[in-house]
């Protein structure tokens, strides 16, 4: 690879480790307004509680960073997460979305950029280490925003991720890039 390319790479893999914990601190915000009732309510039933929704983005975060980038083992069971009914309470659930996320990062960590162009067997598919990272991330934050949505129906309150912006403010310095 020349330098450029190794410099992209680089950029893709921080800002995707990035991301991910940037969606991470949004749920936990958004999560401390609910109880765990609250968590594991659906509308119908074939609507996915939050609950259901954190136990699928730490399989999927797993399944697709963890072991099919990282190299790690397999052991999803991902009817599982959609089928789960018995409330987990919310500490539990976010202790597991960490720790996974917590693999996830090592998993990255550890990733040249050169080997985001391999090829990976994930969920039947054949997919480039970029592909998918990016699939991943993009995944974690459509989720992310369904947990969102879910907790401002549920509370009735804006969640402030973005009030900084009112009047023409700017980022504060916590939200800046690095």
Not at 77 to 104: C, G, M, S, V, Y
Request: hydrophobic share 35%; net charge negative.
């Amino acid at each position: 690879m020349m330098p450029q390319e190794q410099e992209i790479g680089r950029e893709f893999l921080r800002v995707s480790r990035r991301e991910l914990r940037s969606s991470l601190a949004k749920i936990e915000k958004a999560l401390a307004k609910l109880s765990d009732e609250q968590i594991w309510a659906r509308g119908r039933e074939t609507e996915n509680s939050i609950g259901n929704l954190l136990l699928h983005l730490s399989g999927n975060v797993r399944q697709w960073i963890v072991a099919g980038v990282g190299g790690g083992k397999d052991h999803r069971d991902r009817d599982a997460e959609f089928a789960q009914r018995d409330a987990i309470p919310a500490a539990e659930l976010l202790e597991k979305l960490r720790a996974t996320l917590d693999d996830a990062d090592r998993a990255l960590e550890g990733v040249e950029p050169a080997a985001l162009l391999a090829t990976h067997r994930i969920q039947g598919y054949e997919v480039t280490g970029l592909r998918a990272i990016y699939h991943c991330v993009e995944h974690f934050g459509g989720h992310t925003g369904q947990i969102l949505w879910a907790v401002k129906h549920a509370t009735g309150e804006d969640l402030g991720f973005y009030r900084y912006l009112q009047g023409g403010g700017t980022a504060p310095p916590e939200r800046r890039e690095p």
